[in-house]
């Protein structure tokens, strides 16, 4: 994965034209990522730290390590927008492991039920609305580290943050789409399902 900001999100929203798919991954994502989080955190601490540099409710078990990760590659693909985001997925690695701590049980069945249901809510939404395969079928990891980022910016750019990138990402997104149409429509001959 290349870590040119425009090329992701370009291969990203060619998979997320429809506005109500869009709005379902702007619900989904973010409660699949922080429940990600909290469901990897019961590995336990997996490099233990002095008292003096540890963080509340971020020891380095797995869920905080991911959001780490996770953070990173934002701030490397967008500094700006990629560091609030980093530090919102810190926030969240922190929430689910004070809920680990306080009750394992119920926070880890809470945690798989949304985790499930923002998963089949998202396939429903590239089914019934988009009518595309959903990203991850054609790159599974490029979605799973893009898909937070692209609904982060998505709602950033709702309230004008870099039009400029906006206006470029949305023109390079409508050639994908029209690619993809014209070859599924190419196949649909050649396999005489044409209309």
Not at 48 to 61: A, H
């Amino acid at each position: 994965m290349a870590l040119n900001l425009e090329k992701q999100l370009t291969f990203y929203g060619a998979y997320h034209d429809n506005s109500v798919n869009v709005a379902i991954h702007m619900v989904c994502v973010p409660l699949i990522l922080f429940t990600g989080f909290t469901l990897a955190s019961n590995t336990g601490t997996l490099i233990p730290l002095p008292d003096l540099i540890t963080v509340p409710n971020l020891d380095l078990n797995l869920g905080t390590i991911a959001a780490l990760s996770w953070g990173g590659l934002y701030i490397l693909l967008e500094p700006v927008a990629g560091t609030v985001l980093a530090f919102i997925c810190l926030g969240a690695a922190a929430l689910g492991n004070a809920a680990l701590a306080q009750n394992p049980t119920l926070t880890n069945q809470a945690a798989v039920v949304v985790h499930i249901a923002a998963w089949l809510l998202q396939f429903v939404g590239h089914g019934a609305f988009e009518g595309r395969a959903p990203a991850l079928l054609d790159n599974l990891v490029q979605a799973i580290f893009l898909a937070p980022l692209f609904v982060w910016l998505e709602l950033l750019f709702k309230v004008g943050y870099r039009r400029e990138l906006q206006a470029r990402v949305e023109k390079e997104v409508k050639v994908e789409i029209a690619k993809f149409r014209s070859q599924k429509a190419a196949k649909e001959g050649k396999n005489g399902k044409a209309q």
